[in-house]
């Protein structure tokens, strides 16, 4: 009833810049807050962060400072902006609606 639509990866240079967003469509609850995960070429799963409905924020300890999550409530949107992208940021990034929807997961290459 609720689906998760992600977009903005690609390929950016390391020290370079990208913006994900994930939009949700369908039977939404109020006080929704956003997840975001990665998984590396190693298929290992990390935290980025979390967004609340009041608009507080909380990011894993490797984006700290360089990334930046905010949301759009009128367009049912939350944004991950990313900067100073390092090489070991290459992932598919997950967002994640109120613990329980997931977005399909897109790509980031950081690469020279």
């Known amino acids: 009833q609720v689906h998760i639509v992600e977009s903005g990866g690609g390929l950016v240079q390391p020290g370079g810049s990208l913006r994900l967003s994930c939009a949700a469509y369908?039977?939404?609850?109020?006080?929704?807050?956003w997840h975001w995960y990665r998984q590396g070429p190693g298929n290992q799963r990390e935290r980025v962060g979390l967004?609340?409905?009041?608009?507080?924020?909380d990011y894993g300890d490797s984006v700290k400072g360089r990334f930046t999550l905010s949301r759009d409530d009128a367009q049912n949107t939350v944004y991950l902006q990313m900067n100073s992208l390092k090489l070991e940021d290459t992932a598919v990034y997950f967002c994640?609606?109120?613990?329980?929807?997931w977005g399909q997961g897109i790509r980031v290459t950081v690469s020279s």
């Open positions: 369908g039977s939404l609850s109020d006080g929704r807050v």
């Open positions: 994640i609606l109120n613990e329980a929807y």
């Open positions: 967004i609340t409905p009041e608009g507080n924020t």
